[in-house]
């Protein structure tokens, strides 16, 4: 492990790891499962709750990691903050891990729909009411396009574009920076080889607000960190993550257009 993390980088136990995890994702639950409904009752779309309930956390994460170097002790550069959260350019072989990551990171949830779908059906893990039926697993994918999208018309409103392309930044590069760039080094310090495997279980429950997709998400949540933890580079779990969450934009970008309708 670079000399630059280890010099200043303290171990995170099993124990803390559980808070580092456990506090976003009952910020995120809360905000899903109580404020969104909350919002819906005053006669907010659902577009909107959902942005602003799931893009506060996500600042929050992108802060978060940038305090916490420097609490470490590191000097605020962009040198000494990006070798501390491994953000590296890809070289070489590491391109096959990182096309592999993308495929895997963005087929995976398509592939294992099915697998979804049972999940959803159970009652453990049956969606909220108040879910669109885009994110329903349970849902014809098709019936979530459309001119009308999470409660808001789509058609020539590109405000929705740009404030969906500043949510998804910053959650692609908050949890990228958080979960794979700060934890995952102290947890490697902790747990040694085993630490993907506990980071990625423990990445997975963080999304328990939508755990009707956890068997989809499951590929994704242990290659992401076996692979940031392998390469010692966050940078390719940036761009996988982007296959995933990105695919949202383009659907936006085709509803503003009108081309779904």
């Known amino acids: 492990m670079d000399t630059i993390q280890t010099s200043k980088t303290k171990p995170m136990p099993f124990r803390m790891s559980l808070i580092f995890f456990g506090v976003p994702a009952a910020i995120v639950g809360t905000g899903f499962y109580w404020g969104i409904p909350l919002l819906d009752r005053i006669g907010i779309p659902f577009f909107w709750s959902y942005n602003l309930l799931m893009g506060i956390p996500a600042v929050m994460m992108f802060i978060a990691p940038f305090i916490a170097c420097r609490m470490e002790g590191f000097p605020f550069t962009r040198k000494e903050i990006g070798a501390r959260l491994r953000l590296k350019p890809i070289k070489g072989k590491d391109w ?22 049972w999940l959803a059906s159970t009652q ?23 001119d009308e999208f999470w409660g808001i018309s789509l058609r020539g409103n590109w405000w929705a574009f740009w404030v969906e392309l500043i ?19 102290r947890q490697e310090l902790a747990q040694g080889k085993r630490a993907w495997a506990v980071h990625g279980i423990l990445w997975l429950l963080f999304h328990v607000h939508q755990r009707w997709n956890w068997l989809g998400m499951l590929p994704g949540a242990l290659l992401t960190p076996f692979v940031a933890s392998r390469l010692k580079n966050t940078t390719p779990a940036i761009i996988a993550h982007w296959a995933n969450n990105g695919l949202l934009l383009v659907v936006i970008v085709l509803g503003i257009l009108g081309i779904t309708s």
């Open 124 to 146: 453990l893990f049956t969606p909220p009411d108040f879910l669109p039926a885009l994110l329903d697993p349970r849902a014809n994918v098709a019936s979530g396009l459309g």
């Open 96 to 117: 096959l891990w990182t096309a592999g990551l993308f495929l895997v990171f963005g087929a995976g949830p398509l592939v294992l729909g099915f697998a979804n779908r």
């Open 167 to 185: 949510v998804v930044f910053f959650n692609i590069f908050g949890e990228e920076l958080w979960w794979r760039g700060y934890i995952l080094p």
